[in-house]
């Protein structure tokens, strides 16, 4: 494939040696938006001219061809095309890349199909085209069901607008639709909160998605930090505490720090993330987990386009290409077990990394367990929902790896 060699992106690590097919999940990332929200610091831009969409889809393309071959020990199970906003490409341009999916990688008849939608960019026609495509669920932004939340926050919809698009996506007999909301929002009260998830858990999605707003820097509303009414931290706490309750209460199970779903409606795509699965991400500033090897591509869209476009290209189009080592794969593991409500169970971790998790971290554990931010059971330690508000501080103070320098795994004798 003219300017692009899939060994550039990994090695052959000895661990992922030729077996029986393994289950892999694929990532694209669409660029682009029609507009750029304060809050987002993902990579994305505003399209000046559909020659760009079309070349940007081309060159995903390739991309997926070049990885043919290197992938066909895998069975994709998960499909996830996200952004930006996959939505605004043109219904064609969109059908295109779902077709050379299916066309470039062994995807299985039941897999999950997930495209993310912004609420102003979809209609019945398009959804009906996406679904008879093999689309089969819809993760749709709608952050707020409070017009002046959302107008802070500079969304391009309004709520009737969502509320038109879920129906739509109905009618187009979508079955399993994810809603994103946003607690912290400037303006935003706990019973304003409080209104958008009795708003939400009325129309009847399968999956919420409940993340805390991040003022990152370099974005329109970290400029305006100063001058907004954001909810303190004590009232983020509430707010989160107050909705994992109420959401139980309806039927939305928490299995993720950010994520309830209904029985049977997890998100196997990024439960793959959780769980230390492979992945494959495609597309420019995408990020990978495959063969032992992490890595993203560049962030940077006329240079990523160039390497797939021109024969034999001296363009790289990673900028990150790390061999994951036993040290950080075992704090991985114990941060990404810990976002999971079902936790981390012991006996695993002693058969993954050969030692005990009680005698490396227990003392540690044990003083949340008993301050309720953490539960021990069976041999399985697990955050509550106080816990996983503040899991960030927990894990920064249970996990001190200068302490396990000695251990034998880190030093390549086991």
Known sequence: MSGVKLFDTFSENPTYARCEKKRLGLYLHIPFCRSK??????????????????????????????????????????????????????????????????????VVKDAEFTVEANPATVDTPMLNRLRRAGVNRLSMGLQSANNEELAALSRIHRR???????????R????????????????????????????????????ISLYDLILEPGTKLYAQRQNLPFPSEDEEAD??????????????GQYEVSNFARPGYMCHHNLKYWNCEEYLGLGVAAHSFFRGNRFAFIRHMDRYMNGLELPNSAIRLTEQNDTVSPRERLGEYIMLRFRLREGLNCRDFARLFGFSFEELYGRKMYPYVKNGFATYKDGVFALTPRGMF???????DILEFEDLGQLDIFNGTK
């Open 239 to 252: 707010m989160y505490l107050a909705a994992v309750e109420f959401l139980a209460q309806n039927g939305y």
């Open 37 to 106: 929200c304060a809050y987002c610091d993902f990579y994305s831009m505003v399209p000046q001219n559909d020659e760009l969409i079309e070349r940007y889809v081309n060159a995903l393309i390739t991309h997926m061809q070049s990885y043919r071959q290197g992938t066909k020990e895998y069975y994709v199970d998960t499909v996830f095309i996200g952004g930006g906003t996959p939505t605004c490409l043109p219904t064609e341009q969109l059908i295109r890349l779902i077709r050379a999916v299916r066309k470039n990688f062994t």
């Open 390 to 396: 503040v899991s960030n501080y927990i894990l920064s």
């Open 160 to 170: 009737q607008d969502f509320a038109e698009s879920f129906r739509a996506a109905r």
């Open 172 to 207: 187009a007999r979508i079955e399993n639709i994810n809603v994103d909301l946003m607690f912290g929002i400037p303006y935003q009260t706990r019973e304003s909160l409080m209104k958008t998830l009795r708003y939400v858990v009325r129309l009847g999605p399968e999956h």
